[in-house]
């Protein structure tokens, strides 16, 4: 399995932008898909955008499309997480995760987890 860890979490005004880096362990990094997923107290790992190994093909949740771009760096074993507009609701523990399977929304598809970085929109 691959280590993951987020950074660029905090807090932000409604309106505003964050943007999340997942770094990763080992050269492996280019060999996985990745994904960003979300979770609020009480409630289960909320699927938010994934990338397919090269990057070229990207997905995500109809809550932040538009607002969210994933990307990544296989050069640099990164995945980043752009996001804009920001609302109260984006508020959570934002993980990203590493599979085999691109596009996956089950948080069931990722073998690997980062430990989280909490992003908070609030006035």
């Known amino acids: 399995q691959v280590q993951l860890v987020e950074s660029g979490g905090g807090l932000v005004q409604p309106g505003g932008s964050l943007r999340l880096s997942c770094a990763a362990s080992?050269?492996?990094?280019?060999?996985?898909?990745m994904g960003w997923f979300r979770r609020t107290p009480g409630k289960e790992r909320e699927f938010v955008a994934a990338?397919?190994?090269?990057?070229?093909?990207?997905f995500y949740a109809d809550s932040v499309k538009g607002r969210f771009t994933i990307s990544r760096d296989n050069a640099k074993d990164t995945v980043y997480l752009q996001m804009n507009n920001l609302k109260p609701q984006d508020t959570a523990l934002y993980y990203c995760?590493?599979?085999?399977?691109?596009?996956?929304?089950?948080?069931?598809?990722?073998?690997?987890w980062g430990q989280g970085t909490q992003v908070t929109v609030s006035s």
């Open positions: 995760a590493a599979g085999v399977v691109a596009g996956a929304s089950s948080p069931y598809e990722y073998s690997s």
């Open positions: 080992e050269r492996s990094f280019r060999t996985y898909a």
């Open positions: 990338a397919s190994r090269s990057g070229l093909s990207t």
